[in-house]
């Protein structure tokens, strides 16, 4: 063989094989606007609804004259950036009076906090809280005042808060007020400066949101239409009384169609407590989802009024780089698919400080060869019949001619 057919055949089979795994997923989007090495991707809500539960078939190649490139990238989430620092400190003194329970805490300098964290043991209380600071204990500043902490543990519900959060506060003398009767089991206090960089989130358009009462219980029914990346859920309590409810948050994993109707199938996604202290959002761990379900517990105490709720999810970014001129395409909807091995995920890369999102074409289906049917080789069934005509016609021939030879 030629070296030159040779290396036509290979290179057949390596273009070949690359439109076969482009084609191995189910649909494709069109991507525009590239004009440098490195684009932002924003993944569209609709892609959502066709890629794998962890999202390892997404994929981007781009189509030339004679070859499919795969562009490798970086899969950014939007999540909220936390860090935090304890402030070291010493107690100065704790004293009571007919307030209550005064303890004063000075740091070696001056240090911004924002977080006060009481760790009490006991079981059962509601205290009122008033924090200060000061410069020199000569004159006090209020930083928080009837603020409120407790602890409620019974057979129906075990929830405790007791974490003082104010905006950021810069004194060498803080000193926290307890308004009890009885001394708090008071056994570690921690201070803290917590800084957080927000989460960047997309709101969910709900389709329909219902409330029906069961059995001593709120069932919340959320449907959004369409499966997204659920992070974040937010309430809307009504009610002005205070409340310290345990819920259960499911969402949909599949349905079965019974002779009864539809059987819905929902899995556990997290367990929370909806409480008056606190803003109602709860993080959800990220999870693919339309419907959502969040079972309110009230035991032997009224239903709430849950007047509507918030979905949100982060922003999932593929940071790409393209290397070749091509027809670029997002790609994705493969069962089977497996995570992407790229170097840029495993190396420091230096990207370019400003880098441009890509705009979208419409979503397309990624046509499938078709496989090619072989046609019977006679399709009349007549064909069939005349042949075992004349195939039973010289078996009888030959048979009656060895009868004679044998007479």
């Not at 602890?151 to 003082?164: E, K, M, V």
């Not at 009230?298 to 239903?303: A, E, K, S």
């Not at 089977?336 to 840029?344: A, E, K, L, M």
């Not at 370019?352 to 419409?362: A, E, R, Y």
Request: hydrophobic residues 35%; glycine residues 4%; proline residues 4%.
């Amino acid at each position: 063989m030629k070296p030159n057919s040779f290396l036509t055949i290979i290179a057949f089979l390596t273009i070949s094989f690359c439109f076969a795994q482009m084609n191995s997923y189910s649909k494709k989007v069109a991507l525009k606007g590239i004009n440098s090495q490195w684009h932002d991707i924003e993944i569209p809500n609709d892609v959502f609804a066709d890629v794998n539960t962890n999202m390892s078939d997404i994929r981007i190649y781009g189509v030339t004259a004679t070859d499919t490139i795969e562009a490798p990238y970086l899969h950014k989430v939007s999540k909220a950036e936390n860090s935090k620092s304890d402030i070291s400190f010493i107690l100065l003194n704790s004293v009571n009076n007919s307030k209550g329970y005064f303890y004063t805490y000075k740091l070696p300098q001056k240090e911004t906090i924002n977080e006060i964290l009481l760790n009490i043991e006991d079981l059962n209380f509601n205290w009122e809280i008033t924090l200060e600071g000061s410069q020199h204990q000569k004159q006090w500043f209020t930083i928080l005042e009837d603020y409120r902490i407790l602890a409620i543990n019974n057979d129906q519900t075990n929830y405790s808060f007791t974490s003082l959060k104010f905006p950021d506060a810069n004194y060498r003398y803080y000193r926290v007020l307890i308004k009890s009767t009885k001394k708090p089991t008071l056994t570690e206090v921690n201070i803290r400066k917590k800084a957080k960089k927000a989460a960047d989130y997309r709101d969910y358009k709900i389709q329909s949101f219902t409330v029906s009462q069961k059995d001593k219980k709120t069932i919340i029914d959320i449907d959004l239409n369409k499966r997204v990346p659920l992070n974040l859920l937010e309430f809307y309590v009504d009610d002005k009384i205070d409340y310290y409810r345990s819920i259960s948050i499911q969402y949909l994993a599949d349905s079965v169609k019974t002779k009864n109707g539809f059987y819905y199938n929902y899995r556990p996604l997290a367990t929370k407590t909806l409480s008056s202290m606190e803003d109602n959002s709860f993080q959800l761990p990220g999870t693919l989802a339309n419907k959502v379900r969040v079972i309110v517990f009230n035991n032997d105490n009224q239903p709430l009024k849950i007047s509507r709720a918030k979905l949100k999810g982060y922003v999932h970014t593929l940071t790409t780089r393209f290397t070749e001129p091509a027809t670029y395409y997002l790609v994705y909807g493969r069962p089977n698919g497996t995570f992407p091995n790229y170097d840029i995920s495993k190396t420091t890369v230096s990207l370019p400080v400003n880098i441009t999102k890509l705009d979208f074409g419409s979503e397309a289906e990624i046509p499938k060869p078709k496989n090619k049917t072989t046609n019977p080789l006679f399709e009349n069934k007549w064909w069939l019949w005349v042949i075992i005509g004349v195939v039973i016609a010289l078996l009888g021939y030959f048979t009656i001619g060895m009868m004679k030879k044998e007479l």
